[in-house]
């Protein structure tokens, strides 16, 4: 019989090989060589990156269910030097879906179930990276989970939903013109017109039932002297918005703000946009069957309410598919101080709380 692994010594090996986005290399493996030791079909190097992929196949017809967990850990610097840390929690999530992989393997009696061990979701580039490469081409479900910090969820509760938000990141480059500082009139002053550009962003109005923020985070104008007023400026907006469509709608208000605001000063502006994450997009009847998961598995009094927090790529996969039915939960382990955080920590011993409920609902499709 294969062994059964467990999530808590799993994610403590983990822990010690974090990795930067599609650089996964030695988590790859070690994922690798674990699912292969269980007897399960792996596919490695999966799009040409560090994707790493397990099937499972039923003896009898059945539909395709995916269960995915990202592999990257973050970026920091500490004392002047760079490093990396699983401060997000990605190696928990590695750990509970090699765990509940090891559960699974023999008790999958219809269908077919894929196990994506997903690189560079904090660059956002894994998910489409594995969708080029043709993971969910015939997927008809996939489930994603996440741990939570202790302000989203209670340790020892799960959530069945985690109600990420669309977020962008945005900027804008104005073009003035540059003049002495003694004769500003002669010039068009693009930090002034930035100034302006910041304060019209801060003054559009969405649905008010609805939450977004749209913050500068940058600013960078130097024309070289001090006496020199600058012809160009570069504004980075964080931009975040609760559904796909308000974020097209945000977005499309900054750059009439933008065009707008320029041509007041007599100025060019020009919004650029780098990168966008789309908002959680879930089924109904899908998120249901998540919570009766966490009911059947933790108990009804460990049952929490949906949370929110930061973006998260893994919606991409339903944007590309949307007939696709999908859910993602969020697992409370008592994460503190919270995600992203140099010194996160959080109690390994919950991860079986997440390895319960990919269990029980590959077993309601695929058992």
């Known amino acids: ?3 059964i692994y467990d999530p808590q010594a799993l994610r403590r090996e983990l822990h010690e090989m974090p990795e930067l986005a599609l650089h996964e290399e030695k988590t790859a493996a070690y994922v690798a060589e674990k699912l292969e030791a269980l007897g399960i079909e792996t596919h490695r190097n999966v799009g040409g990156t560090t994707g790493v992929l397990g099937i499972i196949r039923g003896k009898e017809p059945g539909p395709v269910m995916m269960l995915r967990a990202d592999m990257d850990a ?10 990396c840390i699983h401060a997000c929690g990605h190696d928990g999530h590695t750990a509970m879906l090699l765990a509940a992989a090891s559960r699974l393997k023999d008790n999958v009696r219809r269908g077919t ?16 990276e594995m969708i080029r490469a043709g993971v969910i081409d015939d997927v008809d479900m996939i489930l994603g989970a996440h741990i939570r910090p202790i302000q989203d969820v209670p340790a020892g509760k799960l959530c069945p939903a985690v109600r990420h938000t669309a977020s962008a990141t945005v900027f804008v480059e104005i073009e003035g ?3 002495h500082a003694s004769r500003p009139h002669l010039g068009i002053n693009a930090i002034d017109v930035s100034c302006a550009v910041i304060e019209g962003v801060q003054a559009i109005w969405l649905d008010p039932k609805m939450s ?5 985070t940058q600013i960078h104008a130097d024309a070289g002297a001090t006496n020199t007023v600058p012809d160009k400026a570069r504004i980075t907006f964080d931009v975040r918005a609760q559904t796909n469509d308000l974020m097209d709608a945000l977005l499309k208000r900054m750059e009439e703000v933008v065009n707008g605001t320029a041509a007041a000063f007599g100025a060019k502006g020009k919004l650029i946009r780098n990168s966008l994450c789309p908002a959680c997009w879930y089924d109904d009847d899908f998120t249901a069957e998540v919570a009766d998961a966490i009911r059947e598995t933790a108990g009804e009094e460990n049952l929490a309410h949906d949370c929110g927090g930061g973006g998260e790529d893994f919606h991409f996969y339903k944007l590309h598919r949307p007939e696709m039915k999908a859910a993602y939960f969020g697992v409370g ?7 992203h955080a140099a010194t996160m920590h959080f109690d390994d011993s919950l991860l079986k709380l997440g ?13």
């Open 1 to 3: 019989m294969a062994e």
């Open 212 to 216: 977004w923020s749209s913050k500068a």
């Open 113 to 128: 179930l894929k196990l994506l061990f997903q690189p560079a979701e904090e660059t956002i580039e894994g998910a489409p």
């Open 74 to 83: 973050l970026p920091f610097v500490i004392d002047g030097k760079p490093c």
């Open 333 to 339: 382990v008592g994460a503190t101080p919270g995600l």
């Open 355 to 367: 390895v319960n409920v990919f269990e029980n609902m590959v077993l309601r499709h695929l058992g």
């Open 177 to 179: 013109r540059g003049a």
